[in-house]
């Protein structure tokens, strides 16, 4: 009897004990079945930032763990050679504008009124001659004069008339202006040299090293003096804002996270806090879990890396932080956000 005292209530506690833990399993499953939790650190992004152009740094305006933002003058190249450049190609433009605008204007009216004057002298000068030469003519019947003073008279009044032609044709000219195919080549010309100008110019605003985007400098790779090129970098910037989370995504999860959806991303170093985020890649290729990525899935499972975007305005998720990711399932492509932090 003493026996069957001790087993009933023993046996009651476990019942109680199944009972609670039936249903303290089934709200985990209710809740497991609406989000989905994923492990995974903050990517590192960076880029090498190297000068457009070839030459000596003359400035470094930034130190290692300086906060920049997006076109922020990085630093500067030597530009003295480029400068004397920038001004010979301006002045041999502005010469070339001039003449173009001087072929174009065509004639000056001085200058018509000048091949109209010389038109008219040499129109009086043949009629001149030409009377001479007539009178001439008529003292040969009266041999007054010989054969050979009628021939030079009859000479110069021929060179007369051509004077008179070349005269008219000049003027002709004067008022015609300029051919068009000169004023073509001018142009071209022109053209060319504002070509040469905006080059010297591009290849100046190469010599200055600006911010791509908001960003730390991680590294300062060279100093003033040193060599650069495009193929050489100078800085290293990392982008905080938005920051990418890689995260590894279980196959049987797969089909329940469309591209975009909202994620929330917690951290140990800022418990109490939670950073908004969206989905923007999913691999589309599997691979198996790495060992450093804590999932509870079985870690033979294929996994998907997929990158969530998070938004670190304060910049308090550092580069190669571990988090935690929380995606709610189930959400239409509607609930989706627009993929820019603060939209």
Request: with cysteine; net charge negative; hydrophobic share 40%.
């Amino acid at each position: 009897m003493q026996k069957k005292k001790v087993v009933i209530p023993l046996l009651l506690m476990l019942l109680s004990a199944g009972v609670a833990g039936f249903w303290w399993q089934s709200d985990q499953q209710e809740i497991d079945s609406t989000t989905l939790q994923l492990y995974g650190n903050v990517d590192i992004r960076e880029a090498q930032l190297a000068f457009n152009g070839s030459d000596h740094i003359a400035e470094i305006l930034v130190q290692e763990g300086d906060r920049v933002t997006r076109g922020q003058l990085l630093g500067r190249l030597q530009t003295e050679l480029l400068e004397a450049q920038l001004a010979e190609a301006e002045a041999t433009l502005t010469a070339q504008e001039q003449v173009v605008a001087k072929l174009e204007a065509g004639s000056r009216p001085e200058e018509i009124r000048k091949g109209q004057a010389e038109l008219n002298a040499a129109l009086a000068r043949a009629k001149s001659t030409r009377s001479s030469y007539q009178r001439i003519a008529r003292l040969l019947d009266k041999e007054l004069v010989s054969p050979e003073d009628v021939e030079n008279a009859q000479s110069l009044a021929e060179a007369a008339a051509a004077q008179v032609e070349v005269a008219r044709e000049t003027l002709a000219l004067l008022k015609a202006g300029p051919r068009k195919e000169e004023i073509a080549v001018a142009r071209a010309e022109l053209a060319a040299r504002q070509a040469g100008l905006a080059l010297v110019r591009q290849r100046l605003n190469n010599a200055n090293l600006y911010a791509p985007s908001d960003g730390i400098i991680r590294n300062r790779i060279l100093e003033p003096g040193d060599m650069a090129s495009p193929q050489t970098p100078v800085l290293t910037l990392a982008y905080i804002d938005p920051v990418w989370v890689r995260a590894y995504l279980p196959e049987p999860a797969l089909g329940k996270v469309p591209l975009g959806v909202k994620a929330t991303i917690h951290t140990d170093s800022y418990p109490d806090k939670s950073y908004s985020g969206w989905i923007g890649y999913i691999s589309p290729s599997a691979e198996f879990t790495p060992k450093s990525v804590q999932t509870p899935e079985l870690r033979t499972r294929l996994v998907y890396s997929v990158k969530i975007h998070v938004c670190n305005p304060q910049g308090e998720l550092r580069l190669g932080m571990p988090v935690s990711v929380t995606i709610p399932l189930g959400q239409k492509p509607s609930d989706t956000t627009v993929n820019q932090c603060g939209e």
